[in-house]
């Protein structure tokens, strides 16, 4: 009798195991009604590329991780030059310059101009923070 009662358990348990596997691969989940933030396929029109785009993000992080990022950045004029000019030619801008970098109370302004000298834009940035804000 206790052998028919242990065979009985281990047949319902690897009964209910085999359906249980079955039942998850037979039908996949549906996506959510908007669309949108499901994950894979059905996510909506930008799916493919916020994964992308994420995807994107954790490798440039892996790239850097050895570069601590600090709470106060401590910025100074001459830094804030150098950030700005670097961020032209990351850019591939070879020929606009940046002038009048001046501390402005908090934060520290520049003005970017062309080679004749004409302002295109006038910015400021937090040197604790190092937030660009246009201005003007």
């Known amino acids: 009798?206790?052998?028919?009662?242990?065979?009985?358990?281990?047949?319902?348990?690897l009964?209910?195991?085999?359906t249980g596997v079955f039942l998850a691969r037979a039908q996949p989940a549906a996506p959510s009604p908007d669309g949108w933030m499901t994950?894979?396929?059905?996510?909506?029109?930008?799916?493919?590329?916020m994964g992308?785009?994420?995807?994107?993000h954790r490798?440039?992080?892996?790239?850097?991780?050895?570069?601590?990022?600090?709470?106060?950045?401590?910025?100074?004029?001459?830094?804030?030059?150098?950030?700005?000019?670097?961020?032209l030619l990351w850019n591939g801008n070879h020929t606009w310059k940046v002038i009048?970098?001046?501390?402005?109370?908090?934060?520290?302004?520049?003005?970017?101009?062309?080679?004749e000298g004409s302002v295109i834009a006038r910015y400021t940035m937090d040197p604790k923070a190092a937030h660009v804000t246009r201005r003007g």
Do not use: C
Request: charged content about 25%; glycine content about 14%.
């Open 52 to 56: 992308e785009r994420a995807e994107h």
């Open 15 to 18: 009964g209910g195991s085999a």
């Open 1 to 13: 009798m206790g052998k028919l009662i242990t065979v009985a358990i281990v047949g319902f348990v």
């Open 39 to 49: 994950g894979g396929p059905g996510m909506g029109p930008w799916g493919d590329r």
């Open 100 to 115: 009048n970098v001046a501390a402005e109370g908090d934060v520290i302004g520049f003005d970017l101009v062309t080679p």
């Open 59 to 87: 490798e440039r992080m892996r790239r850097f991780a050895l570069v601590y990022r600090a709470e106060d950045r401590k910025l100074t004029p001459p830094d804030v030059q150098k950030i700005a000019e670097a961020f």
